[in-house]
């Protein structure tokens, strides 16, 4: 929490707009998925920093077409830096909007932040905002038409990948070639269908509008039997990280389907082969879950999307868990995770190395990690909420805690909720 305290900065000029930057020292801008996971993982605690994420991030909605910066109407944006190559049009970050990740999510955080606040007059005044983020859902994030959401950069400085995992390398197959885009990545397409289903509930209960949420409904049952048939591999028995631009399946097994229990697009047939791969060897360092099979050959303990462990990245693969039922599975991926960051003194960096814990005995650093970051100091924060089962209905607090014995007793008091302070054990 004083991590992310320190991390704050002022992202528009204006009173009110003062939130937590990407992380230290290589990301002190607004970045759309950092912030909004960043908020996620603060909504028990400090829901303002989630109001003040939406109303800043919807001012810099895009509003037109801009190939430069990959842009494109109702797009949210991927990062906005202020410096003299982007004032001289050198570079695109002013905003940028290469990521094809944050859009859905912001309609995630915009109904979770109801869930947890009441506020439904946030949730009204960015009605417009949010209708524009289905829009470019339903329109322009599907490329070819086929009901999936797939990314192709058109700026010359912009980025290849799109999803979270936006490094150059980060798409590979298991034998460790790269994919060409047009790409499909898997949590894309969970973020989307958790958007629909959330964005259909505000239009019921908070817009008024019937017709729209039928219709997101709809699309969301249509998203889902899309992802089942394409992305669900029967050789591999897991669902696979992406589609490339031939519709071919990337077939590495990555930290990616933890996402897709999160978001809760994948089968309940499928959850536990998901589950029991995520905590295979291949993926379960011992201290969280790898971003790439150790038995993939693009795999390295080392490599920035293919191999580390990164906190919050386990952290939402252990609320998937959760989500599906497995809660003695989500409570020793979230233990795991508050023992590396006991490890690193409390101080979780943005990632770390995938070495088995079994084999080093303490979680190896990684060169050049920002620490602090915001959303690995949210992580254990995360964490806390799925051991204790938390979640709000109709305006209470639902707890179902899973805590190990070795933890002893464990409960967080002052949660916010409604408006209201409340405990949790």
């Known amino acids: 929490m004083l991590d992310l305290a320190a991390l704050r900065f002022r992202a528009l000029d204006g009173p009110g707009s003062s939130l937590p930057a990407g992380g230290l020292p290589w990301f002190m801008a607004l970045f759309g998925r950092d912030s909004i996971l960043m908020s996620y993982q603060l909504l028990p605690f400090q829901p303002q920093v989630a109001k003040t994420t939406l109303e800043v991030l919807a001012s810099l909605q895009a509003t037109e077409r801009d190939d430069f910066r990959d842009a494109e109407p109702g797009k949210v944006l991927h990062e906005l830096r202020r410096g003299e190559l982007t ?47 289905i829009l470019w859902i339903e ?15 058109r700026s010359s ?6 999803g979270w995992k936006d490094s150059e390398n980060a798409v590979l197959f298991a034998d460790g070639t790269h994919a060409e885009p047009p790409i499909a990545t898997c949590e894309v397409q ?38 089942e048939d394409a992305f669900w591999s029967e050789e591999r028995s ?66 920035y999307h293919n191999g580390t462990v990164w906190p919050h990245d386990t952290a939402l693969v252990a609320e998937g868990m959760r989500r599906y039922g497995f809660r003695d599975e989500a409570s020793r991926v979230a233990i795991a995770l508050l023992e590396a960051a006991e490890a690193f003194d409390g101080r979780l960096p943005e990632l770390f190395a995938g070495f088995d814990r079994a084999e080093t005995g303490f979680p190896v650093e990684y060169d050049g990690a920002s620490r602090p970051q915001s959303f690995a100091a949210g992580a254990p924060l995360m964490a806390l909420r799925t051991l204790l089962g938390l979640d709000v209905r109709d305006g209470v607090l639902s707890v179902e805690p899973v805590v190990p014995e070795s933890i ?18």
């Not at 990521?99 to 506020?119: I, R, S």
């Not at 329109?139 to 950069?153: F, P, Q, R």
Request: charged share 30%; net charge negative; glycine share 8%.
């Open 238 to 303: 897991h669902y696979v990280l992406a589609l490339d631009g031939e519709k071919r399946q990337v077939d590495a097994l990555t930290s990616n389907v933890g996402h897709v229990l999160w978001s809760g697009i994948a089968s309940p047939e499928r959850a536990g082969a998901t589950v029991a791969k995520l905590l295979s060897p291949g993926l379960w360092s011992g201290w969280g879950i790898r971003t790439m099979s150790a038995e993939d050959a693009g795999y390295n303990p080392l490599e």
């Open 87 to 133: 004032t001289l049009g050198d570079k695109p970050h002013s905003p940028y909007y290469g990521g094809h990740d944050t859009t859905p999510l912001f309609l995630v955080l915009l109904d979770e932040y109801e869930l947890w606040t009441g506020d439904a007059e946030l949730v009204r005044s960015l009605e417009a905002p949010a209708r524009a983020a």
């Open 408 to 425: 002893g007793r464990l409960a967080l008091r002052g949660l916010h909720v409604y408006g209201r302070r409340v405990d949790a054990d």
């Open 190 to 227: 969970a973020y989307a269908y958790d958007a629909l289903r959330r964005s259909a509930r505000m239009a019921r209960e908070l817009w008024d509008d019937a017709d729209l949420a039928d219709r997101l409904l709809d699309r969301a049952e249509e998203l889902r039997e899309c992802f």
């Open 157 to 162: 400085e912009g980025l290849d990948n799109q």
């Open 139 to 153: 329109e322009e994030a599907d490329l070819d038409c086929d009901g999936l959401l797939e990314y192709l950069k």
